[in-house]
């Protein structure tokens, strides 16, 4: 699967449109092999992790039939899954959170002005919450065997593989192109966004991070670290900080409880490989900034191009944010609408980017009841884990949604999908033998 995934990113770089063969081929796949196995083993969520780490990939390179083809695939499969084993009786929460989302697109339609796609707008700004709520409706106190889950995120790191691996063969040097400044750049991140870029490499480096002390395969260490080394480099030379930081936060969030879980004798083979984890992060940051001539170093402390001190850490999203809550100020009961906060803020300070906090979106687009929904987001997950601290990857996968979140409101479908995941009820076979007939909510 690595060795065909690299192939996949090489074949693209060859020939770009091979991208959208490849979508239609691997939609096709994935769509007979969820229906032949009736979703018995969670085939759905693994289909659906496959595409959630292949939206970006295929989007950067065309290959997408809609924009948000991504999302619509992956609440697609939830859906089918849904169809064969149902949801949890206890998904009351996440319904009253999608119904939540809805009374915004009908005050929209009083509100956004007439030169703008009602469909677009909408679909834009409600893809990723919805997708999110079909992936927690489908998730939340889902029962899956340890293995199905090891399966489920190994189909969610194959194609950031393939992304990786085209990013190389783009830019296979990156000296020259990084000499232009410390501003995300988009030579290194394959022409297309550096923010998604350094999101879904930063989600990769995590994956095989957390694989360095889940599997106790020498060989197959050796070949995670060399795949942490060279996302870290891909998602570092960005220049976008979000999804560094981003990974960071989830590798301490995933150690903190791995690390407490461990009996003594454990705990001193884990530290070992902290300390090889600590080299490679290390060398591999010395490497770039070698490469870039400090530029990198100065990205990290907050400086331009000729070392002196920038006074907005947030590139900008501070004011986006503002603008957003005096949306939520202005309209505190029902908010200005779906899709209505982008105008707001042209009204109010001139400048028409979208959001990149979906935190203040909800609040600024549906008012009081987006407070409602993002206490639901927060706080239901939260008591899932008092009842239930069987699933290492809990606190990072939270973290990984929230934080990404709020640098990228919910442009990709990944952050949707790991809130999902987060909610999961991990089985481990070998400790829990009566539960093997009864996996996967049955």
Not at 25 to 44: D, T
Not at 263 to 272: G, N, T, V, Y
Request: hydrophobic share 50%; with cysteine.
């Amino acid at each position: 699967m690595l060795l065909f995934h690299v192939l996949m990113g090489f074949a693209v770089y060859l020939y770009r449109p091979a991208a959208q063969f490849l979508l239609f081929g691997v939609l096709g796949s994935l769509l007979i092999y969820v229906i032949l196995k009736e979703n018995k083993n969670n085939e759905v969520l693994m289909a659906a992790a496959y595409m959630a780490g292949a939206e970006v990939f295929f989007r950067m390179n065309g290959g997408m039939v809609f924009y948000e083809t991504g999302k619509y695939s992956v609440i697609l499969f939830l859906l089918i899954g849904m169809f064969y084993k149902g949801t949890s009786s206890r998904t009351v929460p996440f319904w009253i959170y999608l119904f939540i989302l809805f009374p915004g697109v009908v005050v929209a339609s009083f509100t956004l002005d007439y030169d703008v796609v009602f469909r677009k707008a909408i679909a834009f700004n409600l893809s990723g919450p919805v997708c999110l709520g079909v992936s927690a409706l489908y998730c939340y106190y889902k029962k899956i065997s340890k293995v199905e889950f090891n399966y489920v995120l190994m189909m969610l790191l194959m194609p950031l593989v393939a992304n990786m691996a085209y990013l190389y063969f783009y830019t296979p040097s990156i000296g020259e192109a990084l000499m232009s400044g410390t501003n995300s750049n988009y030579a290194a991140s394959g022409g297309y966004g550096p923010n998604q870029i350094s999101t879904v490499m930063g989600l990769g480096a995590f994956l095989v991070c957390t694989r360095l002390f889940t599997i106790k395969d020498r060989t197959i260490n050796l070949i995670d670290l060399v795949l942490l080394t060279l996302m870290s480099y891909r998602a570092i030379v960005t220049f976008s900080r979000g999804g560094v930081f981003t990974a960071l936060a989830c590798i301490i969030a995933f150690l903190f409880i791995f690390f407490i879980k461990q009996d003594s004798k454990a705990k001193s083979r884990l530290i070992k490989k902290l300390a090889l984890l600590f080299f490679a992060v290390v060398t591999t940051f010395t490497i770039i900034t070698v490469q870039t001539q400090g530029l990198i170093t100065y990205r990290y402390t907050n400086r331009d191009a000729s070392g002196k001190l920038e006074d907005d850490i947030t590139t900008g999203r501070a004011e986006l944010i503002i603008t957003e809550l005096k949306g939520f100020y202005y309209n505190p009961v029902i908010g200005v609408g779906v899709g209505k906060a982008k105008e707001f803020r042209s009204e109010e300070a001139g400048t028409e980017t979208a959001s990149h906090n979906e935190v203040s979106r909800l609040l600024s687009e549906h008012g009081l009841l987006g407070l409602v929904a993002i206490l639901i987001l927060i706080f239901v997950p939260v008591i899932f884990w008092t009842k239930f601290r069987n699933n290492y990857y809990f606190l990072a996968f939270l973290a990984f949604w929230f934080l990404t979140i709020n640098h990228s409101a919910m442009r990709i479908a990944l952050p949707a999908f790991v809130y999902g995941l987060a909610l999961l009820y991990i089985v481990d076979e070998k400790k829990d033998p009566l539960h093997r007939k009864r996996l996967a909510g049955k």
